[in-house]
C-alpha cells in the first residue's frame, strides 16, 4: 500500500513510533511518500546520519519529493539512478528522493512528482547553508517533465508535488507568489492538461481537502 503525508522538516519526533498513523502495521510492501521538506538531509552531521540509520531499519520504504526547505547540495551528491521506471537519489537502502518530473510506478500506480517551491523566508536563511537557488526548477526539469507525461498518454494515477497550481493556492486563500510563478504556472498547465484521479501537495502546512481531486497535507497520513 501507498500512504502520503506532508512536511517532515526534519523533524525526529514525526517518526517516532505512534506519532505516523498506522505505521506499526506498515509492512515491506508498503510505501509512504513525504510532500516535500524531507529535511532529513540537511544538516550533514552525525546525529543526522545516525537518524538516517535508524530510518533505515523500518520495514517499509520511505519516498519524498524536495520541497523548497533541502539541503540541495547534499541530496545532489547522492547518484541518480532508475528506480519503478524514474529517477532517483538513494539516500538509505528504503530512503529514496523522488527527482523532479518523474513519472514512476508503484505498487501498480503512476505517480508524477514535481518537488520544488520558492522560500519566502529566504532573508532569514544564509545561501549555501540554509537556502540553495536549486529550491526552483530548471528550465531542463521543465522540459523532462513535459516529455515524461507526453510518453505516458498525460495520464496518471497520482500527482505528489511540494506547492499547488495556482488557481488551487487562490482556492486556498493565499496570494500566489510571484517568485515562483513560472513552477505554480507549470503546475496549473499539469493539471488541466494532465488526466489524474488525486492530486497531493504540501508546503501550505495544512491538512485541507480543496475538492475531490486536490489535498493539501501535512500531519495526515492518507492511503492511497
Same mark, same amino acid.
Given at each position: 500500500?501507498?500512504?502520503?503525508?506532508?512536511?517532515?522538516?526534519?523533524?525526529?519526533?514525526?517518526?517516532?513510533?505512534? @506519532?505516523?498513523? /498506522?505505521?506499526?502495521?506498515?509492512?515491506?510492501?508498503?510505501?509512504?511518500?513525504?510532500?516535500?521538506?524531507?529535511?532529513?538531509?540537511?544538516?550533514?552531521?552525525?546525529?543526522?546520519?545516525?537518524?538516517?540509520?535508524?530510518?533505515?531499519?523500518?520495514?517499509?520504504?520511505?519516498?519524498?519529493?524536495?520541497?523548497?526547505?533541502?539541503?540541495?547540495?547534499?541530496? @545532489?551528491?547522492?547518484?541518480?539512478?532508475?528506480?519503478?521506471? /524514474? #529517477?532517483?537519489?538513494?539516500?538509505?537502502? @528504503?530512503?529514496?528522493? =523522488?527527482?523532479?518530473?518523474?513519472?514512476?510506478?508503484?505498487?501498480?500506480? #503512476?505517480?508524477?512528482?514535481?518537488?520544488?517551491?520558492?522560500?519566502?523566508?529566504?532573508?532569514?536563511?544564509?545561501?549555501?547553508?540554509?537556502?540553495?537557488?536549486?529550491? =526552483?526548477?530548471?528550465?531542463?526539469?521543465?522540459?523532462? !517533465? !513535459?516529455? @515524461? =507525461?507526453?510518453?505516458?498518454?498525460?495520464?496518471?494515477?497520482?500527482?505528489?508535488?511540494?506547492? &499547488?497550481?495556482?488557481?488551487?493556492?487562490?482556492?486556498?486563500?493565499?496570494?500566489?507568489?510571484?517568485?515562483? &510563478?513560472?513552477?505554480? /504556472?507549470?503546475?496549473?498547465?499539469?493539471?488541466?492538461?494532465?488526466?489524474?484521479?488525486?492530486?497531493?501537495? /504540501?508546503?501550505?502546512?495544512?491538512? #485541507?481537502?480543496?475538492?475531490?481531486?486536490?489535498?493539501?497535507?501535512?500531519?495526515?497520513?492518507?492511503?492511497?
Amino acid at each position: 500500500m501507498i500512504y502520503i503525508t506532508g512536511d517532515t522538516h526534519g523533524e525526529q519526533t514525526r517518526f517516532l513510533y505512534g @506519532n505516523i498513523e /498506522g505505521e506499526m502495521n506498515f509492512t515491506k510492501d508498503d510505501y509512504l511518500i513525504v510532500c516535500g521538506d524531507f529535511g532529513y538531509v540537511f544538516r550533514a552531521d552525525k546525529m543526522e546520519d545516525e537518524f538516517l540509520d535508524c530510518l533505515r531499519s523500518r520495514p517499509y520504504t520511505i519516498l519524498f519529493c524536495d520541497g523548497n526547505h533541502e539541503n540541495f547540495a547534499r541530496l @545532489n551528491e547522492y547518484p541518480v539512478e532508475e528506480w519503478c521506471g /524514474g #529517477k532517483v537519489h538513494r539516500i538509505r537502502k @528504503n530512503i529514496l528522493h =523522488l527527482m523532479r518530473g518523474q513519472v514512476f510506478e508503484i505498487d501498480g500506480k #503512476k505517480i508524477f512528482t514535481m518537488g520544488g517551491a520558492y522560500s519566502i523566508d529566504k532573508y532569514m536563511r544564509t545561501q549555501g547553508v540554509s537556502w540553495w537557488h536549486e529550491e =526552483l526548477p530548471t528550465s531542463d526539469e521543465y522540459r523532462q !517533465a !513535459a516529455v @515524461n =507525461l507526453d510518453r505516458c498518454g498525460r495520464k496518471v494515477d497520482y500527482i505528489i508535488t511540494h506547492t &499547488a497550481p495556482t488557481e488551487i493556492i487562490r482556492r486556498m486563500g493565499h496570494v500566489p507568489d510571484r517568485h515562483d &510563478a513560472e513552477l505554480t /504556472g507549470f503546475l496549473e498547465w499539469i493539471m488541466y492538461e494532465v488526466q489524474f484521479k488525486k492530486w497531493f501537495f /504540501g508546503h501550505w502546512h495544512a491538512d #485541507k481537502e480543496i475538492d475531490e481531486r486536490f489535498r493539501a497535507i501535512w500531519f495526515d497520513v492518507v492511503k492511497i
